[in-house]
């Protein structure tokens, strides 16, 4: 049996790649309305190549992926380079500055190089400064508009592309395994894996510390086994690896390339301790005169509330332990993002412009919850 070539030219597409592209194409042809630049050949092989062409289980996360893309507004950015992105990201929040990575640019081939100096985050301080959704939109945002860049050349190349990520762990320290931390970057990675299946071509971990086993050894268990398979650690000849893959040209000076920057990190996002003027300190107007509702194991519970077009939703909510999903609805459709939120050290907090005047529900799920229910404190207001 020959393998399956996973990066092929549009003429390399086998009868049986061509049939499966049309028939998902098909069965899913009113979500894909509402985001065109999606529909494409390889956007849908990558599914397909992400869960072993069975298109009854891609459908329902299909959906959930576009939906949560139109919900942020993907559908209507327009990506025009490498460099805007890398601003974009860094204008969603005061506190993005602080969250490492960013892209590098492209490699000699064309694959988005996505990098990700990980050991220079501040765990601790980080999640005071922001709610657990703000993390997700950015991230989400961020590999979304990367693969705007790798539809355009896709098209320009008529070839499958993908994303090659370079995971830097110098400076690790054991503040990076802060557990409610971990468990929301184990949250991150679930949420990417299921919105952008097949993303990456590589993924190359660098300045690998003494304990890397146990630490892989507590992330790999959310990792899809196509993502495993790709993931390579290199060794002390790193640069000369990454020069090879990459090229130098396209690589910032920082890790062994000689692309032109006045940073030697380039427009890289480096992480760091972020300031106490950026913590929050519970002087939110919605912090009084809060609702509190109590929602069950393994069941969820609705708020509903009118909204009239042209208005803003506000809310501000808290969970008293652990997580729970929030999203909200209109009429049967998702219009905001579910997201499994944390507030342990950041309340939950978020707007949203409301397009279509009518009843609105906002949903607190706790379906993952197996044995005890939740208390959640919240306030909505319409103004």
């Not at 994303?163 to 929301?184: A, E, H, Q, R, S």
């Not at 290199?234 to 020069?243: P, R």
Request: a neutral charge; glycine letters at 6%; hydrophobic letters at 40%.
């Amino acid at each position: 049996m020959v393998a399956e070539n996973h990066y092929p030219h549009i003429t390399e597409l086998t009868e049986h790649q061509k049939d499966k592209i049309a028939e998902l194409r098909s069965k899913t042809k009113d979500i894909l309305a509402t985001y065109p630049e999606y529909d494409t050949d390889f956007s849908l092989l990558r599914w397909l190549m992400g869960w072993d062409y069975k298109i009854d289980v891609i459908i329902p996360k299909m959906r959930y992926a576009i939906e949560t893309l139109v919900n942020l507004g993907m559908n209507n950015h327009q990506t025009t380079s490498v460099e805007q992105i890398n601003k974009d990201i860094k204008k969603m929040s005061a506190v993005a500055e602080y969250f490492p990575g960013g892209i590098m640019g492209q490699s000699r081939r064309g694959d988005v190089v996505y990098m990700q100096a990980m050991a220079k985050a501040h765990p601790k301080t980080l999640v005071k400064a922001g709610p657990t959704s703000q993390l997700f939109q950015l991230c989400i945002s961020e590999t979304e508009m990367s693969f705007k860049i790798i539809r355009k050349t896709e098209e320009e190349t008529q070839r499958k592309m993908g994303v090659i990520i370079i995971m830097d762990l110098d400076g690790f320290n054991m503040d990076l395994l802060y557990t409610p931390t971990l468990k929301v970057y184990m949250s991150l990675l679930t949420l990417l894996q299921n919105i952008f299946p097949d993303f990456a071509r590589r993924i190359f971990i660098i300045n690998c510390p003494a304990m890397m086993s146990v630490v892989y050894a507590m992330v790999s268990p959310v990792l899809s086994s196509q993502t495993r398979e790709k993931v390579r650690f290199l060794d002390k000849d790193w640069k000369n690896h990454l020069i090879e893959e990459i090229g130098e040209e396209n690589i910032f000076m920082h890790w062994g390339g000689n692309k032109k920057h006045e940073h030697p990190c380039g427009d890289i996002r480096m992480g760091g301790k972020v300031p106490e003027s950026l913590w929050y300190n519970d002087s939110h107007k919605l912090e009084v005169d809060r609702t509190k509702i109590s929602v069950s194991a393994r069941s969820k519970t609705e708020v509903k509330m009118y909204g009239e077009t042209g208005k803003h939703f506000h809310w501000l909510w808290r969970v008293s332990s652990g997580d729970i999903d929030f999203s909200i609805e209109k009429d049967g459709r998702v219009v905001w993002p579910v997201f499994r939120c944390l507030t342990e050290f950041h309340p939950e907090i978020g707007s949203f412009k409301i397009e279509e005047t009518g009843e609105y529900v906002f949903i607190f799920d706790n379906s993952h919850g197996k044995l005890f229910g939740k208390d959640v404190k919240y306030k909505i207001i319409v103004e």
